[in-house]
Each structure stands twice: as C-alpha cells, then as structure tokens.
C-alpha cells in the first residue's frame, strides 16, 4: 500500500452530492486525527482527495454504491477490463439501468458494479441511482469545445489510482448512527455528508437517495453528533433546524460559496464543526471565512 499514493484525476462516479471539487476546502478544516470516518460514503470524493490517515472507514447505506467501491478495491483490473469493453451506446445505458433484481441468477458483484459505472456515466444527471431510469441517456448533438461525454468515457485509467487509494480502506454497509456509536474515539474524525435537509433543496430533487432523511432523522443524527467523543463535521446548507440543534450547542459554521447543476448556479455551502474540532484547529484556520457560532 503506497502511503503516498497519487490523487485521481476525476472522480470513479458521477453522484448527486459529490464534494469533489469542494473536497479541498473540506479537507482544511480538518484537526489531525487517527481514525478518518465516513458514515455517509456516498462517492467518496473527499476520501479520496485527502493524505491517507492511520486508520480509514467508508460507509454508506447503499448497497449498490458500496459494492462498487468494494469491487474496484479488489478486482480493480477485472472491473476495468469489463468497463473498457462497453460501448458508449444508448442500448447499453437501458439495460444497465434495470433493477438489480433483474439479472436473477446471472447476479454477479463484478457484474453489478460495472451497470453502476455505466449508469452513473452515461446518465444525463447524476441524481442518484433510482434516478438514472427518467433522466436519460447522456448524449452530444454538436461538437462541444472540450471532450465529449463519449471521449471522456473512453478514459479510465483514474481507476487505477482510486483502487490503490482504497486499499487499507475498511468498507461498511450500515446506518450511519450505528457507524457513530461503533467507531467512535477521541482520535476519530467523523465527517458527515448526509442527504441535505429537504426544504433546503430545490424541490426537483428532494427523492433522489434511496434513502432520504426526514426532519426527525436529522434531528437525531445531530443529536448523537453532539455527543460524540471525537472530532466532527458536518457538510449541509444553512437551515433553522441546523441552527437550532447544533449553532446553539456551540458549533462553529464556515461557508464558501460552489456551482451547481453544471454550473448554472450558485449556492452556498455550509461545514459545521463541533466545538472540540474548532478548537483543535486553533483559531487560525478561519482567516477570511465566514463563521458563525451560537
């Protein structure tokens, strides 16, 4: 395992949420720690993006996603193999998308995983895999000023380095308050990604997880962020039921502002850090960020 492995060019997969270009910024705000925590995995941008920690757990609750990651780790040439053979075709994007259930008894993780990449690649949004059935193929009617979605498709050779950077990675499929209580230390630093709060979003895409939270799953995940031993971050957008479950309790808030929806866009994105990871990154780090604390 290459301590200093090399980051990936892009992201594995295209997913609603990611925090690849935002990775950086996160990562900033990041005390030293011995055990990196994801409970909500997702694409695993900011894993992905930050120097490997001593110890390092994924999680999501997805079980497709999770298969991926599981199968790029350890069959990655196998896995890369089988993608590089698919074309980039309209019919391929339609069978890739059908149900997992379908393939019966043809089931296969490699398998699996492969319809994944296929289906988060050639959609035309990334808006979560129940999603990829009503967005569509992904397709080019004139010639753009930079690569088409069918040359960058023909690109695969950042798998490679994702499945060396996930290597010593431990991999979980579980709720991710059970992976806070399982893990929890005063030298783990979580870093929670949730589906952000509903009424915060743009109203189209409010559904596209397969599993969403509710105001009172929120509630309680914040509630059992507060009590964790460890060090703690929360990515989101500013909201009432944020401010009053975790701004009240000392928590400190940094903003920035990113694009969305292919860069039509502006929104502000909000990190939340517990009072024991604002305090152990000094004061210093916050020079020319927005903060705001109870």
């Known amino acids: ?7 990936p060019a892009r992201p594995p997969l295209r997913y609603h949420g990611g925090k690849w270009n935002l990775a950086p910024w996160i990562i900033r705000h990041f ?46 040439k ?16 339609l069978e890739c998308i059908k149900p997992t259930e379908w ?9 699996q995983a492969r319809r994944f990449f296929v289906a988060s690649w050639l959609s035309l949004g990334a808006n979560g895999r129940q999603h990829w059935r009503r967005s569509g193929w992904r397709y080019l009617k004139t010639a753009p000023t930079w690569h088409s979605p069918a040359v960058t498709w023909c690109n695969i050779d950042h798998l ?11 991999i979980e499929c579980k709720d991710a308050l059970d992976v806070l209580r399982r893990f929890d230390s005063p030298q783990t630093l979580f870093y929670l990604d949730p589906p952000y709060v509903a009424s915060t979003r743009n109203q189209t895409l409010t559904k596209v997880y397969a599993f969403e ?11 059992r962020a ?11 957008y500013a909201s009432p039921l944020y401010q009053r479950h975790l701004e009240r309790y000392g928590w400190q808030k940094v903003s920035t502002q990113t694009t ?35």
């Open 78 to 93: 196998e896995l890369a193999r089988a993608i590089d053979l698919t074309p980039y075709a309209r019919q391929e994007y």
């Open 1 to 7: 395992m290459n301590p200093q492995v090399t980051v």
């Open 213 to 223: 939270l509710s105001d009172a799953q929120h509630r309680l995940l914040l509630l």
């Open 31 to 76: 005390p030293p720690h011995g055990h990196y925590v994801e409970p909500f995995g997702g694409g695993a941008s900011v894993l992905l993006r930050k120097p490997r920690s001593a110890l390092e757990t994924y999680n999501d609750l997805e079980g497709e996603v999770v298969n991926f990651f599981r199968v790029l780790r350890e069959r990655p």
């Open 103 to 111: 393939l019966g008894e043809a089931f296969d993780p490699l398998e």
């Open 260 to 294: 969305v929806n292919g860069r039509r866009k502006v929104a502000t994105e909000c990190l939340w850090l517990s009072p024991r990871t604002a305090e152990a990154l000094n004061g210093g780090l916050f020079a020319g960020l927005e903060v705001r604390g109870a």
């Open 160 to 170: 490679a380095r994702v499945a060396e950077r996930l290597k010593g990675v431990q």
């Open 226 to 236: 507060r009590a964790l031993e460890g060090y703690c971050l929360i990515s989101g």
